[in-house]
């Protein structure tokens, strides 16, 4: 099992910025690709960013140029910087991973944080 533990998030006026974190735990080798995505209410969990084990990204473009996904491979730990907040960016956001070993691909979820941007 991987644990996926995200912290970071809060209240922000529009414009200011967050800086998320999730440290993944547990049975971590194998992930190839970790990510941040985001459910507002009503609405569907989305992709927000991810990153894959090689370092490459990759930001939807609702969020490009304000979001940055990184990762600390040291201390198992992905972040998203976002900048320029919108109150539409208001959402839980959660980590997940993706882990391959062989031919087995599992997915593993942190339990969110809430984001809420004022306007």
């Known amino acids: 099992q991987v644990q996926l533990v995200e912290s970071g998030g809060g209240l922000v006026q529009a414009g200011g910025s967050l800086r998320l974190s999730c440290v993944a735990s547990?049975?971590?080798?194998?992930?190839?690709?970790m990510g941040w995505y985001r459910q507002a209410p009503g609405k569907q969990r989305e992709l927000v960013a991810n990153?894959?084990?090689?370092?490459?990204?990759n930001v939807v473009d609702s969020v490009k140029g304000r979001f940055t996904i990184s990762s600390d491979n040291a201390k198992n730990t992905v972040y998203l910087q976002m900048n320029s907040l919108k109150p539409e960016d208001t959402a839980v956001y959660y980590c997940?991973?993706?882990?391959?070993?062989?031919?087995?691909?599992?997915?593993?979820w942190g339990q969110g944080t809430q984001v809420t941007v004022s306007s």
């Open positions: 990153i894959n084990v090689g370092g490459r990204t």
């Open positions: 547990g049975s971590i080798f194998g992930i190839t690709v």
């Open positions: 997940k991973a993706t882990r391959v070993r062989g031919y087995t691909t599992n997915y593993y």
